[in-house]
């Protein structure tokens, strides 16, 4: 397994408008019994009962030294507490309306040398973009061919669903000309698939479709069918 990353558009710099970014394709988090099983293989003759046991422990003389006061150090991690808030005179003591305690912690040498050895993978960004790719037009009964005004049409693909309370949400037709016209008219809605009433004044020409959704990332993104439409 691999870290794997995709590229995004970087806002963040307005020197380059063309520069990226890297954003990591999210995975389910291992958990405490993922650890204790990985323990357990490598380590023959533990039970996961013992294994358990003396993490329980662990974890708990932690906890202890913490509310003590005290700083722990390991070899991968450093964790101490600390206080957040303003006090207004040298006699003012702790109060917990106006003070809270916090803890800190910071990778160690052991743990930062780890990311110098993860392993990475690069994947194609639009497996995390909308995807639509194929449409039936349900009057000339043609697959990503032909587009009839006022018809409907089922679009078809990938992550599809999108909030249909966002206005920059949507499924949008767009011509050769690369004008935008929103669908507004949605009969059914999932992941896989869009029905959907095209508008009656459309003109004539090349259009292609376009899906804008923010279901499966932070920021709304665009996804366009590859496939040319024709109307008229």
Do not use: W
Request: with cysteine.
């Amino acid at each position: 397994m691999a870290l794997a990353f995709y590229l995004v558009d970087n806002p963040l710099t307005k020197d380059d408008p063309d520069d990226l970014r890297a954003e990591t394709v999210k995975r389910k988090p291992k958990a405490h019994t993922d650890l204790i099983k990985m323990v357990m293989f490598r380590c023959a003759g533990l039970t996961e009962s013992q294994i358990h046991s003396v993490l329980k422990e662990y974890y708990a003389v932690i906890e202890l030294f913490l509310e003590e006061g005290e700083r722990v150090e390991t070899q991968h991690y450093s964790i101490k507490s600390s206080i957040k808030g303003v006090f207004n005179s040298d006699d003012e003591n702790f109060d917990p309306e106006k003070h809270r305690t916090r803890i800190l912690l910071r990778p160690n040498s052991a743990l930062k040398s780890v990311a110098k050895r993860i392993k990475v993978e690069k994947v194609d960004a639009q497996d995390n973009y909308p995807l639509p790719q194929n449409c039936v037009d349900n009057k000339s009964k043609t697959k990503s061919k032909q587009l009839t005004p006022g018809g409907g049409v089922k679009v078809t693909g990938k992550k599809l669903k999108f909030n249909q309370e966002d206005s920059a949400q949507g499924l949008f037709l767009v011509d050769q000309n690369g004008k935008e016209t929103k669908i507004t008219q949605i009969i059914d809605l999932s992941p896989s698939r869009i029905v959907c009433i095209l508008p009656t004044g459309l003109k004539a020409g090349t259009y292609t479709f376009r899906v804008k959704s923010d279901m499966n990332t932070k920021q709304v993104k665009a996804g366009d069918m590859k496939k040319k439409l024709t109307i008229g």
